[in-house]
């Protein structure tokens, strides 16, 4: 006896008082969902030319046949049956053609195959057990399908006593799904039985839309299959793609190696689903940090259905539409495509509108690195990197807020070669819009070792985030190489823009100049020369480092040492002007002196120029 097959009492082929012995119709089978191997002990010849007729019972490998139709041609028979299979609780009608039969009535040579309702639209391809699944479509699958459903050709449902045609299918009920396996095609043979077997897998989200699944040759005995057990149908066709809203898809691949796209199934049905593919977004909603294709994150699943998925997944860092520059890094994230469940501890931004039941499908970031865009880099040339959390993504776009105070001291920030702080960060997105966002702190200019105040506005454009610099301190700012202080007027502004990778930023100050106390380098000279104003004194990180539109030179008195000071720029050689040259920037003034104070005096005209040059030092201009 072959173990898992029947359990026939077949005498020795040398007994020579047994011919035609036929096999015992009352089977003892194994066990229900028995494992079994592939391959019966295949039985050996001659073979008879006759002594089997209709009502007579052949063994054919692990399975019997009742013939229903004989037609014998020398050794060779040609007909019809039935052969019982108790995993589908019916008999499965069969036609065969050339078969032969040795005298203990075992099927030697040939195969039997299980006939189709003429109804049925099932391809060759599906009802061959041999050759491959190309060509096979969801179409044909979903036919299928149809067929079964409208005739309730299900295996719970058949006569055990009755036989049928194909299809009929293992009908599995997972969460209030209907999964019906079908099975289009039979063969048995004397070295094994083989079926195929198809699924498709609706999906509700899409119209019209399915996912089919399906395996040919699967190794079967009369109450389960191969010793393997399990089995596998794989993904017909190339990826799908289906729809998670207006701006994402959701893309199933047919996936290599272990991380493929397929259903599991046994001997009761359907058992499991593990896919492989992608969430794709549109460029509309996240743009790609590098390159240009869209952004994808890379997903493998396994779940009891279709739509009850729930894991971590792969994200390559990205940018929000409208906010290139501002990057989103690679972190932990999770994916909610369930209906009946939702990630555990998960946290939706505070304001957040959406529906935040368990039919709530989407991205969660538990948390998450915000890049600040290229130019603003710390002195060591690092990016800028903020904290954040409880970051979404739905079908409407992103949501969620960062913040962070303080970010940068001043004496660690790079602008374009200015040193910079970050003394407040924060950002609000909903639905893929900025409700809010932007930063404040200091910039110190290469003329002075003093921060001015500034304010960051963001914006979203069509290309990158848009970040619009106020000045917003008033306060003297002291300009070391000139000896001065400059006292700032309302309307000077902070400019910062990016050419060709290049950062350009530029300072545009308006107020007043006062030169007082002493000079370097100029032991016992003192100066003082109160509220020179000037307007669009323009400091720059790219040559020309300094311009200036205008200095006015009215009162209030001016004097040198002590001697009053006349300055008159109708006068030749007198005025003041700021020289550049390359590098070095040159405030001159050119005046009068009175050397005492009589009404008739000594006066003699004077230049004074004050220096200083700009030095760059570990990317840092000063």
Known sequence: TEDGGLDNDVPADDDPEIVNQQPDPNQNYQAPCSPVDCSPVLPIGPAVSGGFGVGSTLSLGYFNMELTEVVWGGNNITGK????????????????????????????????????????????????????????????????????????RYTELLNPAGATNLPFALKTNVQDLTQLLNITGMSFGPDGALLNAFLPVEIPEAINEILAFGSKGVCFHPTGLSAAGLQELTMLGTEVALPFGPNIDLVVKPGEGEQTTRVKWDCQGYESLQVAGAFVFKGNMLTPVEGNEPVAADFFFLASVWGDFIGELSMPAFQVKGLKGLEVNEGQVWVDYSDIRKIDGIQYPAGYQGNQSEIWKGFYFPQLQLQLPTYLRKKNNDRITIAAEHLIIDKMGVSGKASAAPLLVLDQGNLGGWQFSIDQFQLSLVNNSLQEGGFDGKIRLPISDAGIGYNCSLSQTDQDVGMDFT????????????????????????????????????????????LAGGLPDQEGMTLDFPDMAFEHLVVRNKAPYLSCELFSLASPQKSLNGFEVSINPENEGEGVALVIDDSKATLQLGFSVKLHNATKSIEGLTQLSVAGLLVEEGNLQS
């Open 81 to 152: 049956g039935k052969i019982e299979v108790p995993m589908f609780n019916t008999w499965v009608n069969v036609e065969f053609n050339n078969l032969q039969v040795n005298a203990q009535g075992q099927v030697i040579n040939g195969q039997a195959f299980a006939i189709t309702d003429p109804g049925a639209t099932i391809t060759e391809a599906m009802r061959n057990t041999s050759g491959q699944l190309a060509g096979i479509t969801a179409t044909q699958v979903e036919q299928v399908k149809n067929y079964v459903e409208q005739g309730q």
């Open 471 to 514: 000045i917003n301190t008033l306060d003297d700012i002291s300009v070391d190489m000139w000896a001065a202080n400059l006292t700032l007027l309302p309307g000077s502004t902070l400019s910062v823009t990016v050419e060709n990778e290049e950062v350009i930023t530029a300072a545009d100050l308006s107020g007043s100049l006062t």
